[in-house]
């Protein structure tokens, strides 16, 4: 299950890259490049039509960026290991040489890695090649502030966590990975929050007769009356801790085990 290879993980690279990722990468190629072209025509249209609203163009390759990493990351995440959705490429998947290691390896860098560096160097490339057509037609300049600011480096984080989930989605359902990791998350999501509510009201009772409380001197909203903002209690502090550092690498792990056990 540990083994680990370099001819036989570039062996698997090289199959993902034709069978897995080259597909992925016209789409996204293709989709990345009409959303663009379609933003630049409603600027264009909008600026000869009079309805032009000023400048609102300091985050739109940042917001481009962030819905086509999301909503294709996660896509493709879903269906890293689509071919367990068919008998026969199961048994050919599973066959291949390598260990689950490897295999895991390889989907979560073509996935997690290389996508997001593919998606951030297209926005890039279609960003800087329109930005003079942006100046000169519109009016307006392309914010191109990807790699260098801080808002990108915020999506990439929170991507590569939340891409964790979608993996191992992909590996626990065999068929619509995707619609499957969704409707599980939102029960998992109600049931957390469910259970979360009952502990807070049982252990932290007397914060809920003042919850929302608006004090009198200051007109600001207190989380109770004479408590401290839930943000600094321990128990937050672990949550955001756990989400950050700890979810990623327990879905990996999990994602490792799952892997193994459908080659048992």
């Known amino acids: 299950?540990?083994?680990?290879?370099?001819?036989?993980?570039?062996?698997?690279?090289?199959?993902?890259?034709?069978?897995?990722?080259?597909?992925?990468?016209?789409?996204?190629?293709?989709?990345?490049?009409?959303?663009?072209?379609?933003?630049?025509?409603?600027?264009?249209?909008?600026?000869?039509?009079?309805?032009?609203?000023?400048?609102?163009?300091?985050?739109?390759?940042?917001?481009?960026?962030?819905?086509?990493?999301?909503?294709?990351?996660?896509?493709?995440?879903?269906?890293?290991?689509?071919?367990?959705?068919?008998?026969?490429?199961?048994?050919?998947?599973?066959?291949?040489?390598?260990?689950?290691?490897?295999?895991?390896?390889?989907k979560w860098l073509y996935t997690n890695p290389i996508f997001i560096l593919t998606t951030s160097l297209l926005v890039f490339i279609l960003a800087s090649l329109l930005m003079p057509a942006m100046d000169r037609f519109v009016g307006q300049e392309y914010v191109n502030e990807i790699f260098t600011s801080r808002i990108y480096w915020n999506l990439v984080g929170i991507y590569f966590i939340l891409h964790s989930i979608f993996f191992f989605g992909s590996i626990a359902f065999n068929k619509t990975s995707w619609i499957k990791t969704v409707l599980a998350v939102m029960i998992i999501a109600l049931v957390i929050a469910a259970l979360n509510a009952v502990w807070f009201r049982i252990v932290w009772a007397d914060m809920f007769d003042g919850l929302f409380h608006v004090a009198e001197v200051n007109k600001r909203t207190e989380f109770g009356v004479n408590h401290e903002d839930p943000a600094d209690m321990w128990?937050?502090?672990?949550?955001?801790?756990?989400?950050?550092?700890?979810?990623?690498?327990?879905?990996?792990?999990?994602?490792?085990?799952?892997?193994?056990?459908?080659e048992v």
């Open 1 to 106: 299950m540990l083994n680990f290879n370099l001819k036989r993980l570039q062996a698997l690279f090289y199959r993902e890259f034709h069978f897995g990722y080259k597909p992925i990468l016209k789409i996204l190629t293709t989709v990345t490049t009409v959303i663009f072209l379609v933003h630049f025509a409603i600027r264009f249209l909008e600026r000869n039509s009079g309805n032009f609203q000023g400048n609102d163009e300091i985050n739109s390759t940042m917001i481009k960026f962030a819905i086509i990493l999301f909503l294709g990351g996660f896509y493709y995440a879903s269906i890293a290991f689509r071919e367990f959705s068919n008998l026969s490429t199961r048994a050919e998947f599973l066959a291949l040489p390598g260990s689950s290691l490897e295999k895991i390896t390889i």
């Open 235 to 262: 128990q937050i502090k672990f949550f955001i801790f756990a989400f950050k550092y700890l979810l990623a690498p327990v879905l990996w792990v999990a994602s490792l085990f799952k892997l193994s056990e459908k």
